[in-house]
């Protein structure tokens, strides 16, 4: 998937901008607060209907306008066009997102058409955070290649909320109410079993791609570990996964009405990363924190493109600033062999490593929400 064109309306502190961007490495060069990461974040709105962080419309619509829009025009590996726009309207507190001028119906259709890979500072928290941003992770990467685990886990997460209801308004009620929670847990278990199936399956498949890519980062002899830990033990297939859930829930029964939520179930399971066996939360150097998040976004960008059967574009923003010469210029190679590159920096040292041939660098300056196009490609050396 190539993004063509972009064009922000009254998107954060962008009032018009519009960049035709390279089928290559495009750069966004500029100081600090002067919109380069807003850029990208207009980008995830046409990918992922929403910002890559927390920010809600609201807050990414212009502080002094009353909505935004964000147009992309892209062409797919299969040189099908697509013109995407997403509109903000807060008077109305709408958001209307159209491909080729049809409405999409649930902004959660639109995940997986135009696949992106963001490295971002606040993906950090995959690796140094709490099991949930890496449940996060993982779903988010099975979301955007799998329609039906999507699905899965939407619907999941209303049975959740629906089956703690029950189990708070007991506590609330001093009221044991088991003909209440009993259907609730037949469908929670037939549900997260698929979630707990689909989780398998991937971290099998995402394991060896992210030991490839480490190799390729690092370029050092360490050996990197992704593990599943459901939260209660269960062999592989869909029988054994069902009975252990069951006998799980039956086990944690008391505790969970003691409690009031369920304690049980694919919201509690965990993903544990290791390097050379040892677990990079408690035991990893800031050095290989960073170098296991570039693996395992360069691992998702190449489970999505074999997933989706499109490349992804990739989205790299201030990465290279916190890096040493020699893996920025690593990591520029490898990604200017990939696709559609966007990179935000504040050095304009970091494009030297580009190498020019292969990916056709554009370089953009930005400036108080405006962008400059720097023509010349000779310049770029
Ligand atoms: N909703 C908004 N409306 C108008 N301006 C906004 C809005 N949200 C953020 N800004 C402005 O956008 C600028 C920040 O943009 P952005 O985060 O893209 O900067 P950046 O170029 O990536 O900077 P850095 O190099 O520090 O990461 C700030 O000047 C901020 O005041
Ligand atoms: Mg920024």
Redesign the pocket.
Same mark, same amino acid.
């Given at each position: 998937m190539k993004l063509q064109r972009l064009v922000l309306e009254?998107?954060? +502190?962008?009032e018009q901008t519009i960049v035709d961007c390279s089928s290559g490495v495009n750069l966004?060069l500029?100081?600090?607060?002067?919109?380069?990461? +807003?850029?990208?974040?207009g980008i995830s709105y046409l990918c992922l209907s929403k910002s890559f962080y927390a920010?809600n419309d609201t807050?990414?619509?212009?502080?002094?306008?009353n909505g935004f829009v964000v147009t992309g025009d892209f062409l797919s590996d299969a040189n099908i066009f697509y013109e995407t726009r997403v509109v903000f309207d807060k008077l109305q507190n709408q958001k209307t997102i159209t491909v080729n001028k049809a409405k999409v119906d649930k902004a959660s259709s639109l995940l997986g058409q135009f696949p992106m890979v963001i490295l971002s500072?606040e993906q950090s928290s995959i690796t140094f955070g709490s099991p949930s941003d890496r449940r996060r992770f993982v779903d988010f990467v099975i979301s955007q290649s799998s329609r039906t685990y999507l699905e899965y886990l939407i619907e999941y997460k209303r049975i959740l909320k629906q089956r703690n209801k029950i189990l708070s308004d007991m506590i609330f009620s001093h009221k044991e109410n088991n003909t209440a929670i009993e259907p609730w847990n037949e469908i929670l278990v037939r549900v997260g079993t698929a979630l707990v199936e689909k989780r398998i399956e991937f971290i099998e498949d995402f394991q060896t791609i992210v030991i490839d890519s480490y190799a390729t980062v690092a370029g050092i002899a360490e050996r990197p570990e992704i593990s599943y830990v459901p939260s209660f033990k269960c062999a592989a297939g869909k029988e054994a996964i069902e009975t252990t859930f069951h006998q799980a829930l039956k086990d944690r029964d008391q505790e969970e009405r003691r409690i009031g939520h369920s304690l049980v179930g694919p919201h509690r399971d965990e993903f544990i990363f290791k390097i050379n066996k040892l677990d990079t939360r408690n035991f990893a150097s800031q050095g290989q924190h960073k170098t296991f998040l570039i693996a395992i976004k360069l691992a998702e960008f190449f489970y999505l493109k074999e997933r989706c059967n499109e490349i992804p574009i990739l989205l790299l923003?201030?990465v290279l600033s916190e890096m040493d010469g020699r893996r920025s210029q690593r990591l520029l190679e490898t990604i200017a062999e990939l696709g559609q590159v966007f990179i935000?920096?504040?050095d304009e040292r970091a494009l030297n490593w580009i190498p020019i041939v292969s990916s056709n660098p554009r370089k953009f300056f930005?400036r108080?929400?405006t962008i400059n196009r720097v023509e010349d490609a000779a310049y770029i050396r």
């Open positions: 009254t998107f954060r +502190n962008h966004f500029g100081d600090n607060g002067e919109g380069k990461t +807003n850029i990208l974040e920010a807050i990414v619509m212009n502080v002094q306008k500072p923003d201030d935000t920096s504040t930005v108080q929400g």
